[in-house]
Nanobody, 114 residues
Framework: VQLQASGGGLVQAGGSLRLSCTASGTIFSITSMGWYRQAPGKQRELVAGITSGGSTNYAASVKGRFSISKDNAKNTVYLQMNSLKPEDTAVYYC?????????WGQGTQVTVSS
């Protein structure tokens, strides 16, 4: 499974960005897709996840501001990020689990200026 992420960039505080991630290749059964992020000097953390059934979970720091969704037909997951804050600055990684194996995308930089 290959993951291709896009949509990162530079935005002012209070602005919005939408990340997309598409899975391709040999896909058997995706059970979940999600987004993680890693800021300089910090550990990678879960931002939001969504299961094949549509259940979602969010990090406390992004609840109410970020929204994760998916298009099963396109094997694509989206992360709508609103009311961005400087502390949201990080490299965002797409993640998926297919038949028990975890896959990672290449990461996309999100920079929020104050």
């Amino acid at each position: 499974v290959q993951l291709q992420a896009s949509g990162g960039g530079l935005v002012q505080a209070g602005g919005s960005l939408r990340l997309s991630c598409t899975a391709s290749g040999t896909i058997f059964s995706i059970t979940s897709m999600g987004w993680y992020r890693q800021a300089p000097g910090k550990q990678r953390e879960l931002v939001a996840g969504i299961t094949s059934g549509g259940s979602t979970n969010y990090a406390a720091s992004v609840k109410g501001r970020f929204s994760i969704s998916k298009d099963n037909a396109k094997n694509t997951v989206y992360l709508q990020m609103n009311s961005l804050k400087p502390e949201d600055t990080a490299v965002y990684y797409c993640n998926t689990v297919d038949t028990g194996t975890q896959y990672w995308g290449q990461g996309t930089q999100v920079t929020v200026s104050s």
